[in-house]
């Protein structure tokens, strides 16, 4: 494993060392980390320990205000779509 349990892939780790690295850049990241977090994380305990070990160390990088904005908008997953089963008469 790259990372730790908090940054599975340490695409957070990384984002923080690409130069240059913009605030639309940092959003694709932060997707792509949402999306490899361990079924059942506590998403925003996760946010708030990676911003506490990334984000007060540099809070003008873009990915600090990604995981900043993350803290307040990232809504709990809900199951979406499909179609429950029905009995046809």
Known sequence: ??????DPKALI????????ITESD???V???????LP???DTQAA???????????APDHPM???????RTRMAPPRRRGGWRSRSRD
Request: one cysteine or more.
């Open 1 to 6: 494993m790259k990372g730790d349990a908090l």
């Open 13 to 20: 780790r990384e984002a923080y060392r690409i130069d240059g």
């Open 26 to 28: 940092c959003r694709t």
């Open 30 to 36: 932060f997707l792509d980390w949402a999306l490899s």
């Open 39 to 41: 079924e059942g994380t």
């Open 47 to 57: 946010l708030a320990a990676l911003i506490a070990r990334h984000a007060e160390a």
């Open 64 to 70: 600090s205000a990604v995981l900043r904005e993350g």
